[in-house]
């Protein structure tokens, strides 16, 4: 299973981004996707995630109002649309497949919860 995210660049303060990632070696349709993110010097961070259904969705506070996952399954991609970037949003963007497919009402907001992990995509405001 490989995770590819790609999106992520140097952008201004109130820009926006959208971030992809592309999953290959499994079909996603059944298991819960994220975002997670760390910036220099801090540990990694919950984002976002979406239900394997689409239809449900969990944010951190810090990207509430401002960001939106979405997925595709038929495409194999999850994405992350992010708006009015602020320069506490820099750092590198992990997108990230649940270990266990379903997972019922359960958000998964635990890294720990997740199995594959993609490369990672900068992601850097300037003011």
């Known amino acids: 299973v490989q995770l590819q995210a790609s999106g992520g660049g140097l952008v201004q303060t109130g820009g926006s981004l959208r971030l992809a990632c592309a999953i290959s070696g499994r079909s996603v349709s059944m298991y819960s996707l994220g975002w997670f993110r760390q910036a220099p010097g801090k540990e990694r961070e919950f984002v976002a995630t979406?239900?394997?259904?689409?239809?449900?969705?969990s944010y951190a506070d810090s990207a509430k109002g401002r960001f939106t996952i979405s997925r595709v399954n038929a495409k194999n991609s999850v994405y992350l649309q992010m708006n009015s970037l602020q320069p506490e949003d820099t750092a590198d963007y992990y997108c990230?497949?649940?270990?266990?497919?379903?997972?019922?009402?359960?958000?998964?907001?635990?890294?720990?919860?997740?199995?594959?992990w993609g490369q990672g995509t900068q992601v850097t405001l300037s003011s």
């Open positions: 979406i239900m394997w259904d689409g239809g449900r969705t």
């Open positions: 990230a497949l649940a270990k266990n497919p379903f997972g019922g009402s359960i958000y998964h907001t635990l890294g720990s919860q997740y199995a594959y």
